[in-house]
């Protein structure tokens, strides 16, 4: 699967030039490997032109690329052609169409942004057996994060993550007694408008 057209035709070349001269191949032999040798040039040609085609249909539209070192994404720009490879222009990158993983839509691409950037929140936070006070407000933030996603956003957001944010907010709860205080506060705020009103 690895050989082209001119590695097939080197191949055939080489066969006319080393054949034995007492018994040369037959005529047909070589018209059925030109046969073949055709088809082969019309496949690669065709796989070329719809590879060019796919390319530039995707100027302008979101994609996902996973390259070597790491995924990158965003709207390509433009297409460029170098010595027969196609890249795509993403963000400040050029990347080989080779890397193309997806391809999205707007909405598609805006919820795929947004659960990275919850994600990304999520693994800077500590786990629950080391979390602190201090670390309230960046819990709070990932929660303000995750609630301004709308449900098909929402659904991009891996439960192993979701299930962190759960239990780093019951944590400090713990921590900070903000359950129980509220409570108590609540039940003597009741007591103090009952002696207001009955006296």
């Known amino acids: 699967s690895g050989l082209g057209k001119e590695a097939f035709l080197q191949l055939l070349v080489a066969q006319m030039q080393y054949q034995d001269p007492l ?48 995924n990158a994404s965003g709207k390509v720009d433009y297409v460029m052609y170098e010595n027969g490879d196609i890249y795509l222009a993403v963000g ?35 786990p629950v057996s080391k979390v602190t006070k201090a670390d309230a407000s960046a819990i709070e933030n990932a929660r303000k994060v995750y609630d301004a996603m709308n449900s098909y956003q929402q659904g991009f957001v891996s439960k192993e993550d979701l299930d962190k944010l759960v239990a780093l907010e019951n944590k400090i709860k713990e921590l900070t007694g903000t359950e129980g205080g509220s409570g108590e506060e609540d039940s003597s705020d009741k007591e103090e408008d009952s002696e207001v009103t009955d006296g």
Do not use: C, H, W
Not at 97 to 122: H, N, R
């Open 23 to 70: 018994e040369p191949m037959d005529n047909t032999e070589y018209v059925a490997q030109l046969a073949t040798f055709s088809q082969l040039e019309a496949i690669q040609n065709m796989t070329d032109r719809v590879s060019y085609s796919m390319a530039n249909d995707l100027v302008g539209k979101y994609v996902i690329l996973n390259t070597a070192t790491g």
């Open 92 to 126: 400040d990158g050029l990347y080989s169409l080779d890397d193309l993983d997806t391809v999205a839509d707007s909405a598609y691409f805006e919820a795929f942004q947004m659960a990275s950037v919850f994600s990304d929140m999520i693994a800077k936070l500590p």
